[in-house]
């Protein structure tokens, strides 16, 4: 299934439940190769060349070579080198997941237990053959990655979110709460983030759009990315960030950090989850309010899941136009319905229709995406927040994607504007930008 990649347990045969799978002679090769060298590496810990990443290879390489030498092990060149790949990827690495994570088609690795891993690959769900060797070889790998960020996953903190040094994103979920053993899902991103011209030629949006939403940033429209998960909030919100004159200021506020901004003047910051004692604890909210007092021209939270979304609607009603932020939603008048049920979470007791007035104030426009059935994401549909009549916000669609049908797996349909001009096109006549004529045409 995985081509030009090592994969260490190829071989295995499917597991029928209750027994374990029969090892080929490779893999027993290579547990007994990889045992032998890690005894030879802890017989060595106190040299000082363990914690130089080149020279600790170096040094697994040469215990390699006198294990084979030892037990009378000979392969050719390539099998060769596969194992000690193998046997570098379980004792410096992530084990058998090292392939999955270097494969940059694969956006998605999801372990759920030592014996079923899927990984998501062009928006669509696949199983793969690679396995753990058990639970604890599995529990091994999660310690590696949580461990050099100070945190625990144990029977007292059953759950944890990492980040490993590339960026990518890490949950782990162990016993106790998980049935099937532990659950480890890394979520990747690109090392490059997604340009305009990128998300136009893959479909997720229309030329059209783009020109509107890079006059809208410029302009200091509010707005909001909503969608489901895996939708592409993120990598939308990333392109989005992207049209922000150099000359500002900008502060993004992180769950786990995952945007990737040029502009030269960019503070990131991140949460911090409470330490083994549980203690210490910076949320995202308290993120939110100081940042207001670090004189930023753009706030850019990476998500609102909670209180911190009374403080994100201040921001945008109190000077700092032109903010950002995704959430969970179903469609644009669920995300504004979301929002309100954050604000009610920060705890102020504001009544319903003094929130639904923030929120129509602040936010003033939403961006809603879906992941198609065929693994495509795509902007369906683009909503103008116009304000309140009596206890309702009033909203109106400016882009709405049409599914003509799918053919051959593929959804079939287009992007289109509604015909429909925002009010706020004043803001963009204020600024001095002009768009494209051809913007909102209705097209046949």
Request: charged letters at 25%; one cysteine or more; glycine letters at 6%.
């Given at each position: 299934m995985f081509t030009n990649r090592p994969a260490l347990r190829s071989e295995l045969q499917p597991k029928t439940k209750g027994k374990p799978a029969k090892l080929s002679e490779l893999e027993k090769d290579f547990i007994l190769i990889r045992d032998s060298v890690q005894k030879a590496l802890l017989s060595n810990s106190n040299n000082g060349s363990a914690s130089d990443p080149v020279k600790l290879r170096g040094m697994i390489e040469e215990c390699f070579n006198n294990v084979l030498d030892?037990?009378?092990?000979?392969?050719?060149?390539?099998?060769r080198e596969q194992l000690l790949d193998w046997v570098v990827a379980d004792i410096v690495g992530y084990g058998p997941i090292e392939p999955l994570l270097k494969d940059p088609?694969?956006?998605e690795i999801m372990v759920n237990g030592p014996d079923e891993i899927f990984v998501e690959r062009y928006g669509l769900i696949e199983p793969t053959d690679v396995k753990f060797e058990s639970e604890a070889h599995l529990r091994r790998?999660?310690?590696?990655?949580?461990s050099p960020i100070g945190r625990r996953v144990d029977e007292t903190s059953p759950m944890v979110d990492a980040r490993l040094p590339n960026g990518y994103r890490v949950n782990a979920t162990i016993p106790p709460l998980s049935l099937d053993g532990p659950i480890l899902t890394i979520r990747k991103f690109s090392a490059r983030p997604f340009t305009g011209q990128d998300l136009i030629a893959n479909s997720t949006m229309t030329v059209q759009l783009a020109n509107f939403l890079k006059a809208c940033v410029e302009a200091r429209v509010n707005m909001v990315v909503s969608g489901g998960t895996g939708s592409g909030k993120t990598t939308f919100l990333n392109m989005l960030s992207a049209f922000i004159p150099e000359r500002e200021r900008i502060i993004t506020i992180e769950d786990t950090a995952e945007l990737q901004l040029r502009q030269v003047h960019v503070v990131r910051l991140e949460k911090r989850p409470p330490n083994i004692e549980g203690k210490g604890e910076i949320t995202i909210r308290q993120l939110v309010?100081?940042?207001?007092?670090?004189?930023?021209?753009?706030i850019v939270v990476g998500e609102c899941r909670g209180g911190e979304a009374l403080d994100m609607l201040q921001a945008m009603n109190t000077g700092h136009d032109g903010s950002m932020t995704t959430v969970h939603s179903n469609g644009p008048r669920d995300a504004l319905r979301r929002v309100?049920?954050?604000?009610?979470?920060?705890?102020?007791?504001?009544?319903?229709?003094a929130i639904r007035e923030q929120v129509a104030s602040a936010i003033e426009l939403?961006?809603?995406?879906?992941?198609?059935?065929?693994?495509?994401?795509?902007?369906?549909?683009?909503?103008e927040v116009q304000g309140m009549e009596s206890d309702t916000i009033v909203m109106q669609d400016l882009f709405v994607f049409h599914q003509t049908g799918i053919r051959n797996g593929v959804v079939q349909g287009s992007l289109k504007p509604t015909g429909l001009r925002p009010r706020f096109?004043?803001?963009?006549v204020a600024n001095s930008i002009e768009l494209p004529e051809n913007?909102?045409?209705?097209q046949p």
């Amino acid at each position: 299934m995985f081509t030009n990649r090592p994969a260490l347990r190829s071989e295995l045969q499917p597991k029928t439940k209750g027994k374990p799978a029969k090892l080929s002679e490779l893999e027993k090769d290579f547990i007994l190769i990889r045992d032998s060298v890690q005894k030879a590496l802890l017989s060595n810990s106190n040299n000082g060349s363990a914690s130089d990443p080149v020279k600790l290879r170096g040094m697994i390489e040469e215990c390699f070579n006198n294990v084979l030498d030892e037990e009378k092990l000979l392969y050719n060149h390539d099998t060769r080198e596969q194992l000690l790949d193998w046997v570098v990827a379980d004792i410096v690495g992530y084990g058998p997941i090292e392939p999955l994570l270097k494969d940059p088609d694969i956006t998605e690795i999801m372990v759920n237990g030592p014996d079923e891993i899927f990984v998501e690959r062009y928006g669509l769900i696949e199983p793969t053959d690679v396995k753990f060797e058990s639970e604890a070889h599995l529990r091994r790998v999660i310690d590696r990655i949580v461990s050099p960020i100070g945190r625990r996953v144990d029977e007292t903190s059953p759950m944890v979110d990492a980040r490993l040094p590339n960026g990518y994103r890490v949950n782990a979920t162990i016993p106790p709460l998980s049935l099937d053993g532990p659950i480890l899902t890394i979520r990747k991103f690109s090392a490059r983030p997604f340009t305009g011209q990128d998300l136009i030629a893959n479909s997720t949006m229309t030329v059209q759009l783009a020109n509107f939403l890079k006059a809208c940033v410029e302009a200091r429209v509010n707005m909001v990315v909503s969608g489901g998960t895996g939708s592409g909030k993120t990598t939308f919100l990333n392109m989005l960030s992207a049209f922000i004159p150099e000359r500002e200021r900008i502060i993004t506020i992180e769950d786990t950090a995952e945007l990737q901004l040029r502009q030269v003047h960019v503070v990131r910051l991140e949460k911090r989850p409470p330490n083994i004692e549980g203690k210490g604890e910076i949320t995202i909210r308290q993120l939110v309010i100081n940042a207001l007092r670090m004189r930023p021209d753009r706030i850019v939270v990476g998500e609102c899941r909670g209180g911190e979304a009374l403080d994100m609607l201040q921001a945008m009603n109190t000077g700092h136009d032109g903010s950002m932020t995704t959430v969970h939603s179903n469609g644009p008048r669920d995300a504004l319905r979301r929002v309100e049920t954050m604000v009610m979470m920060a705890g102020m007791d504001l009544p319903l229709k003094a929130i639904r007035e923030q929120v129509a104030s602040a936010i003033e426009l939403i961006i809603h995406m879906e992941r198609l059935k065929d693994g495509s994401r795509k902007v369906v549909q683009v909503s103008e927040v116009q304000g309140m009549e009596s206890d309702t916000i009033v909203m109106q669609d400016l882009f709405v994607f049409h599914q003509t049908g799918i053919r051959n797996g593929v959804v079939q349909g287009s992007l289109k504007p509604t015909g429909l001009r925002p009010r706020f096109l004043s803001k963009l006549v204020a600024n001095s930008i002009e768009l494209p004529e051809n913007v909102f045409d209705l097209q046949p």
